[in-house]
Nanobody, 126 residues
Framework: QIQLVESGGGSVQAGGSLRLSCAAS????????MGWFRQAPGKEREGVAA????????YYADSVKGRFTISQDNAKTTVYLQMNSLKPEDTAMYYC???????????????????WGQGTQVTVSS
């Protein structure tokens, strides 16, 4: 059974940092891509960042470029999202997602991903 478990959310003031973790289990796809999405109340779920197999390719939403960094451990079982210079508009539920294969620009499309974690809340106060 494939499981994704997020952790690391919390409440911080603007300008602060948080590091989210997503522990994956139940699969061993060498082709697996993993992404972070977020959803604020009343808004659609949006892609934040993604990492493709081997960590050679990373993708970011324009709104987080230069502030967020996605990375993966060598075993490819945990993906991280380092979030710096947080802003109130970053407040949302953050979800980890995985799929066996990603190509092109699908990293930001929630419907492409078949496996999701339960989410972790990030709240940034001004």
């Amino acid at each position: 059974q494939i499981q994704l478990v997020e952790s690391g959310g919390g409440s911080v003031q603007a300008g602060g940092s948080l590091r989210l973790s997503c522990a994956a289990s139940g699969y061993s796809w060498d082709t697996a891509c993993m992404g972070w999405f977020r959803q604020a109340p009343g808004k659609e779920r949006e892609g934040v960042a993604a990492i493709y197999p081997g960590g050679d390719s990373t993708y970011y939403a324009d709104s987080v470029k230069g502030r967020f960094t996605i990375s993966q451990d060598n075993a490819k079982t945990t993906v991280y999202l380092q979030m710096n210079s947080l802003k109130p508009e970053d407040t949302a539920m953050y979800y980890c997602a995985s799929e066996m294969f990603c190509d092109g620009d699908v990293w930001s499309v929630p419907g492409h991903f078949g496996y999701w974690g339960q989410g972790t809340q990030v709240t940034v106060s001004s």
